[in-house]
């Protein structure tokens, strides 16, 4: 409050002494206010016989509808709200200005705040991932009285689509939620794979030369490693630029180890033993597999079949039943 106003309160004060059943009212031209509802004494001053103005400055001049709302309440209205409690009009003189503007004590939380919230709850829940958030619509003020700070709490919504992540702020004051706001996000997580540097025929083997490793956006977080094709093989061809699905290709075969009919050695080996004879494969194998071996023949009367496994020097290992 000014000099020239506390002059003025002061010299209505003094006069106020004198009007015996008569009321003085000083209109402000604007006052700031914490209620919703407006009492005449909280957005002017009232003076006079004291029980009259007791029961002038009680009477309800104004309610506020909406947030961030000012009301004018003039000198016609005043009078209207006092007629209500049987107070005449003869009974009212004015000073001050014609009508005062009457706006609440409020605080206002803003969209920035309530999208950083969101975003920043959306980072630390995606795992390590670097991600980025896209506001699909734009997020809204909003106005709430002053009393208290206002405290925000993130979480997320009930429903959730592919693509789209939804976050619901909510608002309290003093404990109580005053109110919230949902928050939609296009989502775009980084991922990387592996695309073929030139075109690979089928039957190619997929190396670090033929291949290479691009960045690229998912609207969906990673659940596995990315996929490493080398060493194996493709299945058909693909081209320059594509990516090497795992549909498209596979383990590369090992080589054969033993072709059929070719003399093998049968060997049985341990810390303090070994045994070795010849015989002859009856089917090709590579290393691991188990195979059929010949020993003897029909014209000497002693052939006889061994199943072995086959090793990595080329040697068979019988497998003992």
Same mark, same amino acid.
């Given at each position: 409050m000014n000099r020239t106003s506390i002059i003025v309160w002061m010299g209505l004060i003094a006069a106020a002494s004198g009007t015996g059943q008569g009321l003085r009212i000083y209109l402000p031209s604007e006052r700031s206010v914490e209620s919703q509802t407006l009492r005449l004494d909280q957005v002017a001053m009232v003076l006079g016989d004291q029980p009259l103005a007791e029961r002038a400055g009680a009477v309800s001049v104004g309610q506020f509808a909406a947030a961030g709302q000012q009301l004018t309440i003039?000198?016609?209205?005043?009078?209207?709200? +006092?007629?209500?409690?049987?107070?005449?009009?003869?009974?009212?003189?004015?000073n001050g200005a014609e009508a005062v503007r009457v706006r609440r004590a409020e605080q206002t939380v803003t969209a920035d705040r309530f999208l950083q919230m969101a975003q920043d709850f959306l980072q630390t829940q995606s795992a390590g991932e670097k991600a980025a958030f896209k506001p699909?619509?734009?997020?809204?003020?909003?106005? +709430?009285?002053?009393?208290?700070?206002?405290? +925000?709490?993130?979480?997320?919504?009930?429903?959730?689509?592919? =693509?789209?992540?939804?976050?619901?702020?909510?608002?309290?004051?003093?404990?109580?939620?005053? =109110?919230?706001?949902?928050?939609?996000?296009?989502?775009?997580?980084?991922?990387?794979?592996?695309?073929?540097?030139?075109?690979?025929?089928?039957?190619?083997?997929?190396?670090?030369?033929?291949?290479?490793?691009?960045?690229?956006?998912?609207?969906?977080?990673?659940?596995?490693? /990315?996929?490493?094709?080398?060493?194996?093989?493709?299945?058909?061809?693909?081209?320059? =630029? /594509?990516?090497?699905?795992?549909?498209?290709?596979?383990?590369?075969?090992?080589?054969?180890?033993?072709?059929?009919?070719q003399q093998v050695i049968l060997k049985i080996e341990n810390e303090c033993l070994l045994v070795s004879a010849y015989g002859e494969a009856m089917e090709e194998g590579k290393v691991g597999d188990l195979i059929r071996v010949k020993r003897g023949s029909r014209a000497t009367q002693?052939?006889?079949?061994?199943?072995?496994?086959?090793?990595?020097? =080329?040697?068979?290992?019988?497998? +003992?039943?």
């Open positions: 003039d000198r016609k209205t005043v009078l209207s709200c +006092l007629a209500s409690t049987g107070i005449k009009a003869s009974q009212v003189q004015f699909v619509r734009p997020a809204r003020d909003l106005v +709430l009285p002053a009393a208290a700070a206002a405290e +925000l709490t993130p979480r997320f919504s009930d429903r959730q689509t592919q =693509g789209v992540r939804r976050v619901t702020v909510s608002v309290s004051q003093n404990g109580s939620q005053v =109110g919230s706001q949902e928050l939609v996000f296009a989502a775009e997580y980084e991922r990387r794979r592996v695309v073929a540097a030139t075109a690979l025929e089928a039957g190619t083997a997929v190396t670090s030369e033929n291949t290479k490793i691009e960045p690229y956006l998912s609207n969906q977080p990673s659940d596995e490693e /990315m996929f490493i094709p080398y060493g194996m093989i493709t299945r058909k061809k693909i081209d320059a =630029g /594509m990516v090497v699905e795992r549909s498209a290709v596979q383990p590369k075969e090992a080589p054969v180890a033993v072709k059929r009919q002693d052939e006889r079949f061994v199943i072995g496994r086959i090793m990595e020097d =080329g040697t068979i290992k019988p497998t +003992l039943n």
